[in-house]
């Protein structure tokens, strides 16, 4: 039951005053209001003198307060700066994307902040022109997806990136060893881990012979790497060639090379990235009489559409908004030690492992076999 403005108020003060200190968003969760609320609480009960409002937190007033804070050094978010204004660059707004970006607009509301989105189309001359729209337009910090194909720069892509004078974190892309953007903290997932999870649950279920087809992009090697190396681990056989997913502006090649696979090789067993296209190949492969999962056990990559097929696809998901959220908290901590109100960290790289969601599509014929 939402409670009263006057209730709201008593509960804030009882929870401070029992726990010395807390954090506005952590406040706000417990009590089931917004942090908009929550904040607007604040600053009616400190105005009064009731407490005190510190860099995001919420202390008991006192001579105790300040030293409440400072002994609780593992949680810094009360450094962060609240009303920061964080920039986001990404390619497009939907596929993985919507959910990264939902991640990290989350979190920065929770902060106080706002998000304010950029969008390149991956057109990678594109990235610089919207970096300088909205840090002219006050970003104190930039999140940036660029539009690298390869999913790594190249010929000096990312040289904007290493002079636009605000925090930078990198989201679901990385850059070489030696390349200047290295050593920007970055975000993003294990897409070879993800490709690898799938693969052994193709060898669970007893497949020998499998096969991946993907999408051309950034994210095609890593998925391709991981897929190889885990075949190659568990002793599978695998089948090459497979055209890129709409390579010729149509799946056509796509389902002949499947059914090849099939009918003249003894594939069981498919990785397709992403949703869409496995949801496009399934009916079209059953026009040619390969049935899934009865002859062609599929695993689709993503996980955003992938439950709601004709035949619900067992899908890699990749943790999209845990990456927004946690790359958004990496930028804010950069800015507040730009400010002074923490002592500058060493820069992160993050790899988030992606999970199996299991659905009908991988099927049950084979007997389960122990994965080797």
């Known amino acids: ?87 986001m660059i990404v390619p497009t707004t939907v596929s993985i994307f919507t959910d990264i970006v939902n ?15 950029g969008v390149s189309g991956y057109v990678d001359t594109e990235d610089s022109v919207q970096a300088e729209h909205l840090i002219a337009g006050g970003a104190q910090g930039l999140l940036v997806a660029p539009s690298w194909f390869g999913g790594v720069p190249t010929d000096g892509q990312e040289e904007w990136l290493t002079r636009c004078g605000v925090p930078v974190v ?28 799938a693969v052994g649950h193709f060898a669970a279920l007893g497949h020998r012979r499998v096969t991946a087809v993907l999408q051309e992009g950034p994210h095609a090697t890593p998925i391709g790497d991981g897929f190889q190396a885990a075949a190659r681990a568990r002793g599978l056989e695998i089948h090459q060639g497979a055209p890129n997913v709409r390579e010729y502006g149509d799946y056509e090649a796509s389902v002949d090379y499947l059914t090849d696979a099939v009918r ?40 955003q559409v992938a439950s709601l097929a004709d035949v619900p696809l067992t899908a890699v998901a990749p943790p999209k908004r845990s990456v927004g959220e946690l790359a958004t908290g990496i930028l804010l901590r ?25 659905r009908s599509s991988c099927g049950a014929k084979f007997p389960a076999a122990t994965a080797h």
């Open 1 to 87: 039951m939402r409670l009263h403005v006057d209730q709201r108020h008593e509960r804030v003060l009882e929870l401070v005053r029992e726990r010395g200190s807390l954090r506005v968003a952590e406040l706000a969760t417990e009590l089931g209001v917004s942090a908009v609320t929550l904040r607007r609480d604040v600053e009616t009960l400190a105005t009064r003198g009731m407490l005190r409002r510190m860099h995001g937190a919420v202390v008991w007033p006192g001579d105790h307060a300040d030293a409440t804070v400072r002994q609780a050094p593992t949680d810094r978010s009360y450094d962060t700066p609240e009303g920061a204004v964080i920039g």
């Open 103 to 117: 991640g990290a607009r989350e979190t920065v509301g929770a902060r106080g902040g706002r998000l304010v989105l």
């Open 170 to 197: 990198l989201v679901e892309r990385s850059a070489p060893p030696g390349n200047p953007a290295a050593g920007l903290d970055r975000v993003r997932t294990d897409r070879a881990h993800g490709a690898a999870v």
């Open 264 to 303: 003249a090789h003894g594939v069981t067993a498919a990785l397709v990235h992403s949703d869409e296209d496995a949801i496009v190949l399934v009916p079209r492969l059953q026009a040619r009489g390969v049935r899934v999962p009865e002859d062609l056990a599929l695993i689709a990559y993503d996980d």
């Open 334 to 358: 950069r800015i507040a030690e730009r400010a002074g109100r923490l002592t500058p960290g060493p820069r992160q790289h993050l790899d988030l492992l992606p999970e199996l969601r299991i």
